[in-house]
């Protein structure tokens, strides 16, 4: 059982899983990170450089940069977690059903899907924070709006593959109901697909995330959130463009960590060309086996 898990965590690819997991103990322990409380000005500290205390300089109100961007990180990453989560939920209980059900039900969910789907993201996030109005939840509601029917389209198809297996047939015939197929047999497929595609899209929506905010539409000042510090710094970037440069290096490094996770992981599920010692293992197993084959064939023959 021990050699089993070791031998699963000795197969992840540690080498693009490592910056995220950065990024969860940043966000984690952010209070603990920060030197400074990321809200307070210190008139008498405003642009300056890099230096011992403060890592990062500050911007045009006296305000720790680095304390601001460890903040964001809190923040960003909080917000994309919630809105994944919710968005896995809903788009893999709408699929699911969808899948599963069939006939009018499926078609009905279906339409609805494509249509969510054949806008941008981005649009319907803006339309929905239009009726609603401007602030933190409302961001997240209006992107987990935005973002579930991927999931759900992607569930959908998953379902309808699985049943289409002949062992599902046989778990029916044994007598098992339609709670126990779905959550047993079908459940663990969907969310094998689902989450690896769930990993890549981390980037893409703490970069929504930022855009948002940049626009006035996510989080509010005084709370540090990138894309809010992106707009605070534009008028000051000529005179110190660190202020736009390091909350875009943080979002970048985010989007750029997510995607290789999520690429990582949908190798993980593409067979690894055979090499090395196992391929001269297997050649030599294989002319054993053919030695072995041949010495039969010919006794046989004697004895006839």
Known sequence: ??????????????????????????????????TYDPGAQDYN????????????????????IFSRIVGGAQVSMTAMAIVLASALVIGVVIGSFAGYV?????????????IILALPSLVIALALIGIM????????FALTMAWWANYARMSRAVVV????????EAVRVMGAGHL?????????????????????????????????????????????????????????????????????????FVVVSFNLLGEAFALQKVPAPIGGRLLRRRRKDRAA??????????QGKVAA
């Open 1 to 34: 059982m021990d050699r089993n898990i070791f031998s699963r965590l000795r197969g992840l690819p540690w080498l693009t899983i490592s910056p995220v997991v950065f990024l969860v103990i940043v966000a984690v322990f952010a209070p603990l990170l920060m």
């Open 45 to 64: 500290a405003i642009l300056t450089g890099p230096s011992a205390q403060h890592f990062f300089g500050t911007d045009y109100l006296g305000r720790d």
């Open 102 to 114: 069939g006939g009018t039900a499926e078609l009905v969910l279906i339409s609805i899907i494509d």
């Open 133 to 140: 109005g401007t602030g933190y939840w409302s961001m997240i």
């Open 161 to 168: 593959a699985e049943l289409q297996q002949p062992y599902i």
């Open 180 to 252: 126990w197929i779905f959550v047993r047999h079908i459940l663990p497929h969907v969310l094998a697909l689902v989450v690896v595609y769930a990993s890549a899209d981390a980037g893409a929506l703490v970069l929504s995330i930022a855009t948002l905010s940049f626009l006035g539409l996510g989080v509010a000042p005084p709370t540090p959130e990138w894309g809010q510090m992106l707009v605070d710094g534009m008028g000051y970037i000529e005179e110190n463009p660190s202020l736009v440069i390091i909350p875009g290096l943080a979002l970048t």
């Open 289 to 298: 086996e053919e030695a072995q084959r041949n010495a039969i064939e010919r």
